[in-house]
């Protein structure tokens, strides 16, 4: 993924975001750097890397917490849990928006398997997240 705006990809800037074919991602004016997956994604390790690329260059570099509205998604696999879990070199704090039972299920399954490093909470609404993720903002 470039860095750079181009005809191909427009929306790579840190202000106005990342469009992926798998998420939409940007950095909103609090500081939290907000994901939202396409419905039913089933995400593997090309996702994984490719998100977390995505934080690198909306970062510049810092440390920031992310917000994930992960209700809709589909599987993630275990090489792309790993991946998720150990950057806390990127991420200061992770809030993964879970509004529904299924994606509630899936999200307390990952946080006990794969224990990640950076603190992370699930949430049934943005709002509760943000007031938890205002806490590791830069």
Do not use: C, Y
Request: hydrophobic share 40%; net charge negative.
């Amino acid at each position: 993924m470039s860095d750079s705006p181009s005809p191909e990809n427009p929306m790579t800037d840190r202000s106005a975001g990342i469009t992926n074919p798998m998420f939409r991602m940007w950095l909103r004016p609090d500081g939290i750097i907000q994901q939202v997956w396409q419905p039913e994604a089933a995400i593997g390790l090309a996702d994984a890397l490719a998100t977390l690329d995505a934080v690198k260059t909306l970062s510049g570099g810092q440390r920031r917490p992310v917000m994930v509205d992960a209700h809709a998604t589909g599987p993630l696999d275990r090489p792309a849990r790993t991946e998720f879990t150990r950057h806390d070199d990127l991420v200061s704090a992770i809030a993964l928006i879970v509004n529904t039972p299924l994606s509630r299920m899936s999200g307390n399954f990952i946080l006990a398997v794969s224990k990640p490093t950076p603190p992370t909470r699930l949430f049934d609404d943005e709002a509760s997240a943000v007031a938890w993720l205002s806490d590791f903002a830069p």
